[in-house]
């Protein structure tokens, strides 16, 4: 499986962005999906959830701003970012877990920067 993320790009304070993360390889098994992000300095952290049937989660500092989905026919993930606040500048990366072979896979990230 193979997961390519972007676009990530300058936004200003209260803007909104949508990332897209679209899978290939062997997407058969692919479950649940996630993005996560890592702002500079800090540790990779968790933004959001969706399973394989729509149910999403949020981190509290994303909920009511972003939303998760997913387009399963195109094998796509997307992140719907409104609201964007500085803190949320970080690279975002997406992962896919896949329920056949028990493995995740990441994407390479792509960044987002939010200017105050």
């Known amino acids: 499986v193979q997961l390519q993320a972007f676009g990530g790009g300058l936004v200003q304070t209260g803007g909104s962005l949508r990332l897209s993360c679209a899978a290939s390889?062997?997407?058969?098994?692919?479950?649940?999906m996630r993005w996560y992000r890592q702002a500079p300095g800090k540790q990779r952290e968790w933004v959001a959830i969706?399973?394989?049937?729509?149910?999403?989660t949020y981190s509290g500092s994303v909920k009511g701003r972003f939303t998760i989905s997913r387009n399963n026919a195109k094998d796509t993930l997307y992140l719907q970012m409104n609201s964007l606040k500085p803190e949320d500048t970080a690279t975002y990366y997406c992962?896919?877990?896949?329920?056949?072979?028990?493995?995740?896979?990441w994407g390479q990230g792509t960044l987002v920067t939010v200017s105050s």
């Open positions: 969706i399973s394989a049937v729509g149910t999403t």
């Open positions: 992962y896919a877990d896949d329920s056949r072979t028990g493995r995740g896979y």
């Open positions: 390889g062997s997407v058969f098994g692919i479950n649940t």
